[in-house]
């Protein structure tokens, strides 16, 4: 054996045979080891499951690799004349062939990266193509360097199969480092470059070597040194393991094709150098011009990376102003809290995580809002607003959301709060506002009304919306300055109004609903001046139910329109009749009472005229009841106010005097009565505080011409005291219950009867 070891496989390897053929050991060792640590690769922490498949498929296909090394050997043994020729029997090309085949499947099934994928294609192809001619013109230079003619049966086919297969495991491997995976790193991929075209240059450098170093055994030493290259990508890929990959940085151009034409360059002007002058010219002639095709290529990809950069800071500006659109959109523009868009949003967002439940929403609404804005003018309203929203976000924490509505609703989305938790944040928020707020020089103080619902697994946002109202109504119904949380007592409140509107809408049709007529007395003698008309509701079931129960309903469910309707006529007709039979003896007026829901029909008017033509009865012979806190929050019900009172229709404050704004409204509302309320008549012996409002009452309308009738006088002293304190009108239990219509009537012909008598 004339074999002598050299570091990495590199042997020496003589004329000897058998030599020759354990001189292939270290270089089996090699891929072993390669294949082994390939293996171990493929369980690195952190890889993409297509980049271990990548490594499975490498152990396998080095396995292969190490197999048609053992065969090659084995012939070196057996047929060593063969073995020298290079010529290779049919289980080795199995062998290399199906480890050829199993890399490249692996490579093809790794998933390729979506963007610009025509292009990068386009390019790579272009740069394969660049690559492979190079290679290619270099080996043909290198094999006609050597003595021996080019043959089938020399070693250039098989180089050319070797440096085509080589190749094709490049640009594979290139199209690697293009799918842009986590956890195939960087470096590896180099490794993997070099161990790829390792081979292909070796075949092509073989002859070359065999001339200047007769000694070394070609084959070995570049199976050899690919395996060293795989050993190293694999030694990159542990430590790259677990570690995120370093971003790509991007060159506006590939170097790849450069360095091809500047290699080509090198060889040309050497070939020129040995063919003679004038070759030599034509070489550096074309060397300059690819030299200066290649600069002005460079310059125009350099701009191209300026206009792209460009064209990225644009984009980069574009996604400001979207983003500064979106929070417009998002926004309140006043106070610059989220705005209903926003809060619905995350709402569903909150619903969406965590089944729905965990959270609560709030709904907040200034109490007398609305005065602040009519009295004091809209900056400082504007300016108060600002001020709550910023009172309400001190109260709240970072990731809770606060929203303004519309108008003074504010809407709050507490994260992970409920039950005592949540309250402890309305209080705090009822204390905050509690303090004066400074708005244009104004020192105000607020007080909201607020309303809670807890979400629960599988709410939906309308119904949690939909429970946070109803505890807003709730809270406001309990007075200023308080909160409500939704609980069930008060949703069966509300299942028990649509039931009764439900019913109610039944009652209209069946007749279960009629009207009673209280007298208006003249003070002191009683005389039925008026008749005011009640509506009453029997009820098969539940009995007589009260007009303070089912008239709310009726509003609320907009039933108050129909019924209103009917109310109107019926009272309008009977008096009509009661005026056709008794004539003068017949009360001179009927007082209905209308509510805000039926004022702010457009149609009103129209209707109410409608029904006093029908009748026959004349406008000044009707009086329409409303109370005052029904005109204070509603404007266009004012409106439909003027109306009627413009057609002659006589208007009546009911309730007077118990609500905030009752001498105010005088200058604004067309009244001709106001009916004082029986709060101040109850308590009105004596000098009593009632008694001291009654007679301001009284003077104030006489000052202002108009009637004042004493409301729910239930006894005889109220009477006579009422009388001396200068009140002419009065209606009460003390002169009349209300009345069916029939008892009217009866009275009415008694009492004709009697002056007649
Ligand atoms: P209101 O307009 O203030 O009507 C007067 C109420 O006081 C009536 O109650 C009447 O029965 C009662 N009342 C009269 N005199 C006395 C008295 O001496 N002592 C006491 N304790 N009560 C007296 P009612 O009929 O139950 O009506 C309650 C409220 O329901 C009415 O208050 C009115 O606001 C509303 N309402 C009744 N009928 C109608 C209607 O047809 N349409 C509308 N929109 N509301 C109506
Ligand atoms: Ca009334």
Not at 75 to 91: F, I, K, N, S, Y
Not at 308 to 331: C, G, I, K, M
Not at 407 to 435: K, P, W, Y
Not at 652 to 663: E, N, P, V, Y
Request: aromatic share 4%; charged share 20%; glycine share 8%.
């Amino acid at each position: 054996m004339a074999a002598t070891v050299l570091p990495l496989g590199m042997i020496s390897t003589g004329e000897d045979p058998i030599g020759t053929a354990w001189a292939w050991l270290p270089t089996i060792l090699l891929t072993g080891v390669a294949a082994t640590a390939c293996r171990r690769a493929a369980t690195a922490p952190g890889l993409h499951p297509a980049v271990a498949r990548l490594w499975r498929s490498l152990a396998v296909t080095l396995l292969l690799v190490g197999l048609a090394k053992i065969a090659d050997a084995r012939r070196w043994l057996t047929d060593p004349v063969q073995a020298a020729e290079g010529r290779r029997d049919l289980p080795t090309s199995l062998c290399l062939a199906l480890a050829l085949a199993v890399l490249l499947w692996a490579l093809l099934r790794l998933p390729a990266d979506r963007r610009g994928r025509r292009e990068r294609t386009a390019r790579f192809v272009l740069d394969a193509l660049i690559m492979g001619v190079t290679i290619l013109t270099f080996g043909c230079y290198a094999a006609s360097r050597t003595s021996a003619p080019i043959s089938l049966r020399t070693a250039t086919v098989p180089a050319l199969m070797v440096t085509l297969a080589g190749l094709i495991v490049g640009l594979a491997l290139i199209k690697v480092a293009m799918t842009g995976l986590g956890g195939l790193d960087r470096g590896t991929v180099r490794w993997f470059v070099a161990a790829g075209l390792i081979g292909p240059l070796g075949r092509w450098f073989k002859p070359l070597l065999a001339e200047a170093a007769p000694g070394l055994g070609g084959g070995q030493l570049f199976t050899s040194l690919t395996m060293v290259c795989v050993v190293f990508a694999v030694d990159r890929q542990l430590r790259a393991a677990g570690v995120p990959p370093r971003p790509v940085r991007q060159r506006p151009y590939s170097v790849a094709p450069y360095i091809a034409v500047a290699a080509t360059d090198g060889l040309l002007i050497r070939m020129g150098t040995q063919a003679g002058r004038p070759a030599l010219i034509v070489a550096l002639g074309a060397v300059a011009l690819t030299l200066l095709v290649a600069a002005r290529q460079i310059g125009a990809l350099r701009e191209n990376e300026r206009l792209l950069q460009r064209v990225d800071q644009s984009l980069l500006e574009l996604n400001d102003s979207q983003q500064e659109l979106t929070h417009r959109a998002t926004h309140d523009a006043l106070t610059g809290l989220a705005n209903r868009e926003l809060l619905n949003q995350s709402t569903g967002k909150a619903l969406a995580a965590r089944n729905g439940a965990g959270f609560s929403l709030a709904l907040i609404d200034l109490d007398d809002f609305k005065a602040v804005n009519d009295r004091l003018g809209h900056p400082v309203g504007d300016a108060l607003l600002v001020a709550v929203a910023a009172r309400l976000r001190g109260c709240l924490r970072a990731d809770d959301l606060v929203a303004r509505l519309g108008g003074d609703e504010f809407g709050l989305l507490l994260h992970n709060l409920t039950g005592s938790d949540a309250t402890d944040v309305l209080d705090r928020i009822h204390d905050a506002l509690h303090r004066p707020i400074h708005a244009q020089d104004h020192e105000l103080l607020v007080r909201a009304s607020i309303g809670l619902a807890e979400s629960w697994p599988q709410a939906t946002q309308e119904e949690l919306l939909r429970r946070a109202d109803l505890a807003l109504y709730a809270a406001k119904d309990a007075g200023k300055g308080q909160h409500a949380v939704y609980d069930a007592e008060l949703g069966r409140d509300q299942a028990a109004d649509a039931q009764l509107g439900a019913e109610l809408r039944q009652a209209l049709k069946a007749g279960q609903l009629s009207l009673v007529y209280q007298p208006i007395v003249r003070l002191p003698d009683g005389a039925w001046t008026g008749l005011e008309a009640l509506a009453r509701w029997r009820h098969p079931v539940r009995g007589s139910v009260p007009p303070d129960v089912f008239i709310p309903v009726a509003e609320r469910t907009g039933l108050i329109l129909p019924l209103g309707m009917w109310i109107l006529h019926t009272a309008l007709r009977q008096f009509s009749d009661w005026h056709a039979e008794f004539g003068t003896a017949a009360p001179h007026s009927i007082s209905v009472n209308v509510s805000a829901r039926q004022l702010r029909e457009p149609a009103f008017a129209a209707d109410l005229d409608h029904a006093l033509t029908r009748s026959g009865v004349r406008p000044d012979q009707l009086i329409i009841d409303v109370t005052e806190t029904v005109l204070f929050e509603n404007r266009l019900a004012l409106k439909g106010l003027h109306q009627i009172a413009e057609m002659g229709v006589q208007v009546a404050l009911d309730d007077f005097g118990t609500g905030h704004s009752s001498l105010g409204l005088l200058r604004t509302v067309p009244a001709g009565t106001v009916k004082v309320d029986k709060s101040f008549i109850d308590g009105i012996g004596g000098h009593s505080a009632e008694a001291v409002i009654a007679t301001a009452l009284l003077q104030i309308a006489q000052g202002l011409h108009l009637n004042a009738v004493a409301e729910g006088v239930e006894t005889e002293a109220q009477a006579t005291t009422l009388h001396r304190l200068g009140y002419r009108l009065a209606q009460g239990y003390h002169f009349s219950r209300p009345l069916p219509s029939e008892q009217i009537h009866h009275h009415l012909a008694n009492d004709t009867a009697r002056q007649s008598a």
